[in-house]
């Protein structure tokens, strides 16, 4: 097996200027905006919350007043509140991608 010689004249990797084309010039500024919009966050948080206090809460409360203590009519109640939740997101998200859809097809328009 053949082991590679060490050539004086060639840099390493740590003494290689700090410089590459991934930081930006001194000239340029940086761009430190948030990749996913404050809105979307938001309503990501939101329904989170909702995952984690509908179920819950509807179990408890079909447990002791509509259910009289019967724990699987009551989880069976907090399972379907829980995909009602989800199935809240899903058509949030697709009337928000939707609406940015319209919104360039109409920018488009306009150019034209």
Known sequence: MTSRRIISNEKNILEKDDQNALTPAAS???DIAPAVPPAVIIKLLGFTAMMIVAP???YFFTLREVFQGN???AGATAAVMANVVLIGYIVVAMREDQ???????E???KGK
């Open 56 to 58: 819950i809460s509807t």
């Open 107 to 109: 920018k488009a328009r």
């Open 71 to 73: 724990s699987t009519y």
């Open 99 to 105: 609406s940015e859809r319209l919104e360039a097809e």
């Open 28 to 30: 340029e500024k940086s």
